[in-house]
Nanobody
């Protein structure tokens, strides 16, 4: 059974940083695009960031550009999301996702594989 396990969420204050991790159980995921989405209470799930299979290309939602950085370690089949200068509006459940399509496409598709989510709460 394919598993994506997120970790690193928590409660922080505005301006703080957090680093999310997502470890995959499937070795073939090292060849797929990986990304992060989030869903705030009462809102639809939205794309946050994605990274190509080799880490060479990254894509971000406008709302997080310059503050968040996505990266991956294929040896560990893990994707990371470094979140700096956090704002209360970043509060959401963050999900990692994997798909065979490109990282560029991930902002416009519903990925096939999902993690269970990790809560990030930013207080003002």
């Amino acid at each position: 059974q394919v598993q994506l396990v997120e970790s690193g969420g928590g409660v922080v204050q505005a301006g703080d940083s957090l680093r999310l991790s997502c470890a995959a159980s499937e070795r073939t995921f090292s060849r797929y695009a990986m990304g992060w989405f989030r869903q705030a209470p009462g809102k639809e799930r939205e794309f946050v960031a994605s990274v190509s299979w080799n880490g060479g290309r990254t894509y971000y939602a406008d709302s997080v550009k310059g503050r968040f950085t996505i990266s991956r370690d294929n040896a560990k089949i893990t994707v990371y999301l470094q979140m700096n200068s956090l704002k209360p509006e970043d509060t959401a459940v963050y999900y990692c996702a994997v798909d065979v399509r490109t990282a560029q496409a991930m902002g416009n598709i519903t990925p096939k594989y999902w993690g269970q989510g990790t809560q990030v709460t930013v207080s003002s």
